[in-house]
């Protein structure tokens, strides 16, 4: 994929505001897609999934939304904490089994 | 409950050095994963392991870069001759379910730093 260095997609949100993140995905036959979560020195970890066949998906806090017309995913964050602040990665699964492609993240930086 | 680890934690190395990074999956997960991160970039699929079988290895960049898991659980992954552009986070990764890559649970990485 491309490589865009250090130059994350960044959003600066104050604590209690909602947060949306968005990524565009590539391959239109991907059928699985997840958000993670990486703080800084640690590994990602899973938020939330969605699968093509649905367009919204809810968890704790968080939203998912799936737009296949424009191969597009959005992660929506209710009342954002300190807590929350991480880069977050999109990821989607094509045709070739047990590989996921990662999106490039973005910078998430919730301030008190 | 124990996650996935992964040692050394941090490894230097000097160009032309072997390493072998070691990951330990969640106990009973089947599928089996590594993953290279370059920093500030998204994880990048290497190699793919159900079991001890080494399903997919197409993402290794290069036949310097080996990986096993022979008795399906523990998996190890050397680079021989390291070269500086092999300088990365390098991330395991194990999920339950035979039906690979869905909550693939990760683990802290090992950074690698080739001089």
């Known amino acids: 994929g491309e490589s865009v260095g250090l130059h994350l997609p960044t959003l600066s949100v104050q604590e209690g505001d909602n947060s949306i993140i968005n990524c565009a995905y590539s391959?239109?036959?991907?059928?699985?897609f997840i958000w993670y979560k990486q703080e800084s020195g640690k590994g990602p970890q899973f938020i939330i999934d969605?699968?093509?066949?649905?367009d919204k998906r809810q968890g704790q806090r968080v939203t998912v939304l799936l737009n296949k017309t424009v191969k597009h995913l959005s992660l929506q964050i209710a009342a954002t904490q300190p807590g929350d602040s991480a880069v977050y990665f999109c990821?989607?699964?094509?045709?070739?089994?047990?590989?996921?492609?990662f999106g490039q993240g973005t910078i998430l930086t919730v301030h008190p | 409950g124990a996650g996935v680890s992964q040692s050394p934690r941090y490894k230097v190395a000097k160009r032309g050095q072997d390493v072998a990074l070691r990951c330990d999956p969640i106990?009973?997960?089947?599928?089996l994963f590594w993953y290279q991160q370059a920093l500030g970039q998204g994880p990048e699929f290497l190699t793919y392991?159900?079991?001890?079988?080494?399903?997919?290895k197409s993402g290794l960049p290069s036949d310097r870069f080996f990986a096993e898991r022979p008795e399906g659980s523990v998996s190890t992954l050397k680079i021989q001759r390291t070269q500086q552009e092999d300088s990365a986070v390098y991330l395991c990764?194990?999920?339950?379910?035979?039906?690979?890559?869905?909550?693939?649970?990760f683990g802290s990485g090992t950074q690698l730093s080739v001089l």
């Open positions: 106990s009973g997960h089947v599928s």
């Open positions: 391959n239109s036959a991907s059928d699985y």
């Open positions: 990821a989607e699964r094509g045709t070739s089994y047990g590989k996921l492609t």
């Open positions: 392991f159900q079991n001890e079988a080494q399903l997919d």
């Open positions: 990764a194990s999920s339950p379910r035979d039906r690979a890559n869905e909550k693939l649970f």
């Open positions: 969605i699968r093509s066949n649905m």
